[in-house]
């Protein structure tokens, strides 16, 4: 049984800067796909972002390219999000997720593992 931690949101102003991280205990991390995911009230879960065990793949929504960056040390168990020049549309609660493959998946319903969310709130 894996469990995520995410943490390093916040509010900041549209055009700062956060890095949301995931720390995974259990399992060995290695052997996971990572994607993290957002929700504003009232909407669904949207993919953000994936990245294969490994890292050498990865994946970024169209809304959030070129802004945002997913990473991942399997030597720390944790993986990243970078995410650069916000708006105000960026305003969500994020979840880290965890599947057992190596390969990226953009469907939330293929993870396996969720982390409890962390609230970023971007203001105009």
């Known amino acids: 049984q894996m469990q995520l931690v995410g943490a390093g949101g916040g509010l900041v102003q549209a055009g700062d800067s956060l890095r949301l991280s995931c720390a995974a205990s259990?399992?060995?991390?290695?052997?996971?796909?990572m994607g993290w995911f957002r929700q504003a009230p009232g909407q669904e879960r949207d993919f953000v972002a994936a990245?294969?065990?490994?890292?050498?793949?990865?994946l970024v929504a169209d809304s959030v390219k070129g802004r945002f960056t997913i990473s991942r040390d399997n030597t720390k168990n944790t993986a990243y999000l970078q995410m650069n020049s916000l708006k105000p549309e960026d305003t969500a609660v994020y979840y880290c997720?965890?599947?057992?493959?190596?390969?990226?998946?953009?469907?939330?319903?293929?993870?396996?593992?969720w982390g409890q969310g962390t609230q970023v709130t971007v203001s105009s």
């Open positions: 997720a965890a599947r057992s493959y190596a390969n990226i998946n953009i469907d939330s319903r293929m993870y396996d593992y």
């Open positions: 990245i294969s065990d490994t890292g050498r793949y990865t």
């Open positions: 259990g399992p060995i991390f290695a052997g996971y796909a």
